[in-house]
RNA sequence: GUGAGUGUAGCUCAGUUGGCAGAGCGCGGGAUUGUGGUUCCCGUGGUCGGGGGUUCAAAUCCCCUCACUCACCCCA
């Protein structure tokens, strides 16, 4: 057959990996500062394990299959089911538990842009602690990762899923009605008020409920005159009251900690999992990156207990690395290139010495990546290959040199060239490459 | 799952009312000896996604199919 990959599924090159691995760096390292160790877990699942945790729309996007021992399997749709797994089975965990997992997740969703079927997900997941501070650290790690990333014009939206039940019930929303009521909600950056009206209305909403659903969307100001405008909508409903007196201290924490942190209070923001029980996120670039949301995430305190067999308190957040990436090379915000700072040319005769020289180097350049011209060859197109890798400094060695105990250096970079003693080769070059 | 669009050289794409398949880039070779990027010359290149139909003649028109892209739903 024709080579070709899965729909929805893509080979990263190498110099993509390079981007990548360099994005992957940073994140890593944030999530290490505050304090999250790394865990892996297998990308199958028990596919009873993951069904009923997603939802009806979640689980149409499962993988699953039968194994050749006969098991219904699953790839992972998240990462935070299999964390629930974990720390179900394995019950001497101290809390609080940081840990974090940068790994790809499936889902079988039409591919579109900026979405696919393999993508990886860094997750930073807070266990065993109800609190506000756990609450505001999850946005707190979100701010640094894209600080870190050089991102600063993004946005973090909040919202409680305990304000959103307040006020649908001080509206008297059916039950049935709930979720379709959201759906529209949710829209609200994409679609007018008076479009969200007539939405709503197609719902069976009467004109009080529209008016007061719709009247979300026009709230303003800062996040305390958001908080409490949007409580009046809901009524003053004690479970929205609580909602609000949480965020309330959820952003107290995020202001001391980062003053001026892009958070806003969004009344609107549903999020589609069925696992979230208290505060939810959701994260956005500009629209000139061209992709959604980068981050997500929420408060989930009885998904634990399905697996503890006690109710476990949890928070966590998801960033998606695949669009960060896709958002940072769309503005050349991304910094990639080679691996190799010195590429040794060698000639008939000077293969050996070459390996040797090379060996050297590496030795003497403590991570500089130093490649061996693998065979002897004209030095034009041993010159023109590290040209096309952009690898800024060659060594040349050939007979003349070999002679003389001496190597040429050339910078590509400026075109100059010396011939140096082979003993001072590594600092000669060790030069070329801090100058820049 | 629903809707729309696009498939022509390795890549990006032209291709007129149906009439001999093109360009740019890339790739290979060359322009004095062991030296890249710029320039110049020469060359390499295609079952026009696949199958069927209409026609003297189809990349072009019709039908089917596959793949990809975009939007909706949902979502990182």
Do not use: I, N, T, W
């Given at each position: 057959m024709k080579p070709q990959v899965l729909k929805g599924f893509r080979d990263y090159a190498p110099e993509e990996m390079v981007v990548r691995q360099g994005m992957l760096d940073k994140v890593r390292a944030v999530f290490e500062s505050f304090g999250y160790m790394p865990l892996h877990t297998p990308?199958?699942?028990?596919a009873e394990l993951l069904?009923?945790?997603?939802?009806d729309e979640g689980e149409k996007l499962l993988y699953k299959f039968e194994d050749q021992g006969g098991r219904m399997v699953a790839l992972r749709y998240d990462l935070t089911v299999p964390l629930a797994r974990f720390v179900g089975m394995n019950p001497n965990l101290r809390f609080p538990f940081r840990r974090y997992h940068i790994a790809p997740v499936w889902r079988a969703e039409r591919p579109q842009k900026g979405r696919f079927r393999e993508f990886y997900q860094c997750d930073v997941d807070l266990v065993g602690i109800d609190s506000p501070q756990a609450d505001a650290e999850c946005i707190l790690v979100d701010c640094a990762v894209l600080s870190a990333l050089g991102l600063s014009d993004f946005r973090v939206q909040v919202n409680h899923r305990a304000f959103l039940d307040g006020l649908l019930e001080s509206l008297s929303i059916p039950k049935e009605k709930v979720v379709p009521v959201l759906r529209v909600l949710d829209k609200v950056d994409k679609i007018t008020r008076d479009e969200m009206a007539v939405q709503l209305a197609a719902e069976g909403m009467d004109s009080h409920q529209v008016e007061t659903l719709a009247g979300l969307s026009q709230v303003t100001g800062s996040n305390e005159e958001r908080l409490a405008r949007s409580l009046e909508l809901a009524g003053g409903h004690p479970r929205a009251a609580a909602a609000v007196e949480r965020l309330t201290r959820v952003l107290r924490v995020v202001e001391a900690a980062?003053?001026?942190?892009?958070?806003w209070f969004c009344?609107?923001?549903?999020?589609?999992?069925?696992?979230?029980t208290g505060i939810v996120y959701e994260t956005f670039l500009p629209p000139?990156?061209?992709?959604?949301?980068v981050m997500s995430g929420g408060r989930y305190d009885q998904l634990l207990g399905t697996f503890a067999g006690r109710e476990i308190p949890a928070v966590g957040i998801s960033l998606g690395i695949d669009r960060l990436v896709a958002a940072l090379s769309s503005q050349g915000m991304a910094s990639g290139g080679g691996v190799t700072s010195v590429l040794v040319c060698c000639m008939e005769g000077t293969e050996v010495k070459a390996a040797g020289v090379a060996a050297e180097l590496r030795r003497n350049l403590a991570g500089k990546g130093v490649e061996l011209y693998p065979e002897p060859a004209r030095v034009k197109k041993q010159i023109e290959y590290a040209d096309k890798a952009g690898i800024p400094v060659i060594v040349v060695l050939g007979e003349q040199e070999l002679a003389t105990s001496t190597a040429a250096v050339k910078s590509l970079r400026s075109g100059t060239q010396e011939t140096v003693p082979l003993s001072g080769l590594a600092a000669h070059v060790a030069g070329l490459l801090h100058v820049r």
């Open positions: 990308a199958l699942e028990y069904l009923g945790k997603y939802g980062h003053p001026g942190a892009p958070v009344p609107s923001v549903a999020r589609g999992l069925d696992y979230y000139q990156f061209g992709v959604g949301s």
